[in-house]
């Protein structure tokens, strides 16, 4: 490209332009004269550079490179750039990127750079994006490892199951030992198929149900030709945009751990199918076991729907009653006759009654024995429409029943008693015991009918 001569002011400009930095050094490499145009270049100080040598403004890692740049080979030589640090007060090296032309004008050279400190902070960027990626690789190698070793030694059969095709994509070796045949690999197989055609149906609604709670459910199956039933636990869980199963066979003769002898064996079940529900709680109050008498009170058809949930949550005064039951568990460790109502799973509120005890060890827990007094209360409100209890019977009412229901019954005890001393001291005068009373004898009448005092003639002549 042929140009005519140009003036100082333009080739300033164009030096300006191209660069961020620009030298003219003397023939021996002494600088004489700085143009700076970005400011962060400032730091270096490149003002003082005039009259030293340029080499001596450099790291000493880069001094190779400007003798290079400034020998008679790179002059003659195409245009060629090398990156050089400049060292700063601070402490942190400068990196520029030089290229080195020889003028016209008495052996002088001019010297272009370009600030590299955004590509050098990129490149930082990257060398430590790439370290935490190698980082976080190795950590995921390592838990990968520890996860097989114990997918693998589990004693329980351990399979995952893909949620869309129902296959089997892992198992281990536990599993694979129960298998009728164990030539045939579990993995790939439709998950049903490894269970018996009778189980089937309860398995594909578990998964379903799994899926639906976010909690572990569980039933009762058999695998594909085991002699015994097995319980299968099925957790849901979310993988690579899609729902994934971890499902657990433990065979039900070995489920509970070793061998109970036989009368721990007949006092479990016994706790198991108790008239009275039974309700464990681990020390923050959520379910850990429950029995199947507090099933059917709450309308619960598996353990799995309370498991995990707050006891709390099925009181109907919820976080006050929780509050004085565990306020008295910590300080007496036990508590009798406690009144008051659960909430069922229909929404239906049962009266009942709570014993409970603290169970301290390593861990605490709680144990809730909760009775339904739903028909005793029918059968306490009828003994006390008859009379035939005292103020003592009526305060056990308190909690059991509201109080303007309590009050009428006061009113109607009260009554009785009266009709019945003023009978007494009158020697069963009709008249005179309403006289005393300020009743008439009609009114006598029909209270003595409503209290279930009047014999038969009585009663119908008052009608």
């Not at 090296?93 to 001019?110: F, N, R, S």
């Not at 190795?138 to 351990?158: D, I, K, N, P, W």
């Not at 035939?388 to 305060?395: D, I, N, Q, R």
Request: hydrophobic fraction near 45%.
């Amino acid at each position: 490209m042929k140009i005519d001569a140009i003036t100082p002011e333009t080739l300033s400009r164009i030096v300006g332009a191209s660069s961020d930095l620009a030298l003219v050094l003397d023939p021996q490499g002494v600088v004489v004269d700085v143009s700076v145009r970005k400011s962060e270049l400032l730091a270096l100080g490149c003002e003082a550079w005039v009259g030293r040598p340029w080499i001596d403004t450099v790291t000493s890692e880069s001094r190779g490179k400007v003798q290079e740049l400034l020998s008679p080979e790179a002059l003659a030589g195409d245009l060629r750039w090398r990156q050089v640090n400049h060292a700063t007060a601070q402490g942190v090296d400068v990196p520029v990127q030089y290229a080195v032309m020889a003028l016209d004008t008495g052996g002088q050279l001019l010297v272009l750079g370009r600030d590299m400190e955004i590509i050098a902070a990129l490149q930082r960027r990257l060398v430590e994006t790439q370290q935490s990626m190698e980082k976080d690789y190795l950590r995921l190698r390592q838990t990968e490892a520890r996860y097989r070793v114990l997918f693998e030694t589990s004693g329980e059969a351990v399979m995952l199951v893909d949620g869309v095709s129902l296959r089997v994509t892992e198992a281990n070796a536990s599993a694979q030992a129960i298998a009728k045949d164990t030539t045939r690999k579990l993995v790939g197989r439709d998950v049903l198929d490894c269970f018996e055609l009778a189980s089937r149906d309860d398995l594909l609604s578990l998964l379903r149900m799994a899926q639906a709670t976010g909690r572990i459910e569980m039933c009762r199956a058999r695998f594909q030709g085991a002699a015994l039933d097995c319980t299968a636990a099925v957790s849901a869980f979310r993988q690579d945009g899609g729902v994934q199963y971890l499902l657990r066979v433990v065979p039900r003769d070995s489920s509970s751990g070793p061998a109970l002898p036989r009368h721990q064996a007949l006092f479990s079940e016994a706790m198991e199918h108790a008239p009275d529900g039974l309700v464990l709680t681990d020390r923050t109050g959520q379910i850990r076991f429950a029995n199947s008498e507090i099933l059917s009170m709450l309308g619960a058809t598996a353990p799995s729907q309370l498991h995990g949930l707050p006891l709390e949550g099925f009181l109907v005064r919820g976080g006050v009653d929780w509050g004085v039951l565990l306020t008295h568990l910590k300080a007496h460790t036990v508590v009798r006759g406690f009144a008051t109502e659960l909430r069922a799973l229909a929404g239906l509120a049962i009266a009942v009654e709570i014993a409970a005890l603290a169970l301290v060890g390593e861990e605490t827990y709680y144990a809730f024995y909760i009775r339904d007094v739903m028909r005793r209360r029918s059968a306490d409100t009828s003994l006390s429409s008859g009379m035939a209890g005292s103020v003592a019977e009526l305060s056990r009412l308190v909690g059991r029943m509201p109080m303007k229901d309590i009050v009428g019954e006061t009113i109607d005890m009260i009554e009785k008693m009266c009709i019945q001393s003023a009978l007494e001291l009158t020697g069963n005068n009709r008249a005179s015991a309403a006289e005393m009373l300020g009743l008439s004898r009609q009114s006598l009448y029909v209270k003595l009918r409503r209290f279930g005092m009047a014999s038969e003639p009585e009663a119908h002549h008052s009608l």
